[in-house]
C-alpha cells in the first residue's frame, strides 16, 4: 500500500510536493527525490563532500528549497553515482573528473559519454602533463625570487 509523505494534495499546501509518495516500509518510492543524507547513505559519502561536488560540478544542481535545504532528482543520484565511480574506482583526481566532464550536460553524463574512451583520458593526460610542466616553470621562478629575497635580506641585514 502506498501513502503520501505530506497531504498536500488534499489542504492544497505543496511544500511536501518534492517528497513524493511512501511505500509502507518508509523507504521512499523510486523516482522520488532525495534528501542530501539519503544521497550520503546512497554513495557512502559525508553530506559535506556531497556540498564540495557541487562546487566543483557544474552539472551537480539539486533542487534548494526554504532554508537552502537540497533535494536530488533521481538523475542528479544518478550523476553523483558517476561523479563517485570516477574519482573512487578509477581513480580520477577532481580535476581529471571536471575535464572528462567539461563541456557535458548532465543528459549526456548520464548517456554514458562519459566512457573509456581513449581519447579524452589522453587529453585529460596531456592537460596534466602541461600542468606538470607549467608547475615546474612557475616553482623555479618562485624559487628564484626566494633567492633574491634572501639576498636582499643579507644585505640589509649587513648595513
Avoid at 554513495?43 to 535545504?69: A, C, I, M, N
Avoid at 578509477?90 to 574512451?117: C, E, F, M, P, R
Amino acid at each position: 500500500m502506498i501513502s503520501h509523505a505530506k497531504s498536500h494534495e488534499i489542504d492544497g499546501d505543496d511544500r511536501g510536493a518534492t517528497e513524493g509518495p511512501l511505500v509502507s516500509s518508509g523507504k521512499k518510492a523510486p523516482g522520488a527525490f532525495l534528501t542530501i543524507s539519503e544521497v550520503a547513505d546512497v554513495l557512502d559519502v559525508p553530506q559535506h563532500v556531497l556540498r564540495f561536488w557541487e562546487t566543483k560540478f557544474s552539472q551537480v544542481k539539486p533542487l534548494k528549497r526554504g532554508g537552502g535545504r537540497r533535494y536530488y532528482r533521481p538523475e542528479d543520484v544518478d550523476l553523483l553515482k558517476v561523479v563517485h565511480k570516477l574519482l573512487y574506482t578509477d581513480k580520477y583526481t577532481i580535476k581529471g573528473v571536471q575535464n572528462l566532464l567539461k563541456g557535458q550536460s548532465k543528459l549526456q553524463i548520464l548517456q554514458g559519454a562519459v566512457s573509456n574512451d581513449p581519447a579524452p583520458q589522453q587529453q585529460a593526460a596531456s592537460n596534466s602533463n602541461q600542468e606538470t610542466a607549467e608547475d615546474k616553470a612557475h616553482g623555479r621562478l618562485l624559487h628564484e625570487v626566494l633567492n633574491d629575497l634572501k639576498s636582499l635580506r643579507a644585505m640589509i641585514k649587513t648595513d
